[in-house]
Each structure stands twice: as structure tokens, then as C-alpha cells.
């Protein structure tokens, strides 16, 4: 028969047993957290080298996109599109065009420089496009010598340009035998435009 000195007999085995359950029992539990925050980390690990590989193979694209296109790039700062504004190089081309298309001289007037109205349109907000307005007052002989001396004006290489309107008028100057006298006035406004990309490093 099972008497108390059969159970004093086995509280200590009982004893040893509980103490084995429970830290096993922690063991187990312990074991599944380590695993989880294993799982976790590998996974991290995991999504780190995939980023890693997608700016790498970024990064090898961009480098290819910028082989390919900087000759063209270059061309375009050289040309004074690409950069911050040449103010005195747009002048002293109004005055080579001026004096190539032998006219009367040149008025201006340049505003502040403002963003360009249309890039939405263009899908090119973030070329940084800008426009500074020209107001131009030209004396013609004829009207074809305005388009002569906007061709003339392009020549120079200094940027770019849009022709927003010009309005003529004509003048009662009188004639004079053998003296050229201008019989036009011409009122245009220019568009320069410049692109200001971001991170991009203008050279002097």
C-alpha cells in the first residue's frame, strides 16, 4: 500500500521534477523568444541587402544615365541654359546682334527673375526652369530686320530665349537724302529661360 512514508519518500524526486518542468519550461520559452529575435534581425538583414542591391543597381544606371547625357549637358551650360543667369553676357549679345544687323541700337528694360509659367506644362518642375522678362525698344528700317536681328541674337550662344510679343509702330522720322532713318519701332518681350536643377554643381 502506498503509506506517508512512500510519499515523504518522494517529495524530494517530486521536488526535483517540478524544478526541471519549470526550468524547462523557461528554457523552451527563452529558446522561442531567441529564435523570434533571430528571425526578426535575419529579416532586417534580409531587407538591408535588398536595399543595398536596389542602390547599387541604382546607382550603376545613374551612372550610365550620366555618361550618356553629359556631353549634351555640357552643351547646354556652355549654350547658358543650364545655370545661374548671365546677365551681362545676354547684354553684350543684344549689342554684337545690334551692331551685326547695323540698327539704330537697343533699349531694355530686365525684370526680377521669376519661375517659368509653363513647366507643369513641359513636365519639368523639377528642372528648376526660371525666366527673366526683357523689354526691348528696337528702331527698324524695315520689319525684316527684326527677325534678322533675333537670329543674329541666338547666334551669340548665350542662352535661351522665347519671343512672348513684339508690337511695331511706325515712326514720321522725315528723310533726308542719303541718310538712313529708321521707320520702325519695334516693342518686344523676351522670355530668357535658365534651368536650376538641384544638387547640381555650376562651374564658373
Avoid at 34 to 55: M, P
Avoid at 69 to 79: I, V, W
Avoid at 148 to 176: P, T, W, Y
Wanted: with cysteine.
Amino acid at each position: 500500500m502506498f503509506t506517508a512514508r512512500h510519499l515523504n519518500a518522494l517529495k524530494l524526486p517530486l521536488a526535483v521534477l517540478l524544478i526541471i518542468g519549470i526550468v524547462g519550461a523557461g528554457a523552451v520559452s527563452w529558446t522561442r523568444s531567441q529564435i523570434k529575435q533571430a528571425q526578426r534581425t535575419l529579416g532586417a538583414q534580409e531587407t538591408q541587402l535588398k536595399d543595398a542591391r536596389a542602390r547599387f543597381q541604382r546607382s550603376g544606371e545613374e551612372r550610365d544615365l550620366i555618361v550618356r547625357f553629359l556631353p549634351a549637358f555640357e552643351a547646354l551650360r556652355k549654350h547658358g541654359l543650364i545655370g545661374p543667369e548671365e546677365r551681362i553676357n545676354w547684354l553684350e549679345a543684344l549689342r554684337v546682334a545690334n551692331q551685326q544687323a547695323q540698327m539704330f541700337g537697343a533699349e531694355y528694360q530686365i525684370s526680377t527673375q521669376q519661375s517659368y509659367p509653363y513647366a507643369q506644362e513641359l513636365s519639368a518642375q523639377r528642372l528648376g526652369m526660371a525666366q527673366s522678362l526683357m523689354k526691348l525698344n528696337l528702331r527698324l528700317v524695315h520689319e525684316g530686320e527684326l527677325m534678322r536681328f533675333f537670329r543674329l541674337l541666338e547666334k551669340q550662344n548665350v542662352g535661351a530665349f522665347d519671343i512672348n510679343q513684339c508690337v511695331l509702330q511706325r515712326l514720321n522720322m522725315g528723310s533726308a537724302p542719303g541718310v538712313a532713318r529708321p521707320n520702325l519701332r519695334a516693342e518686344c518681350e523676351l522670355a530668357w529661360i535658365t534651368l536650376n536643377p538641384p544638387h547640381t554643381e555650376h562651374k564658373p
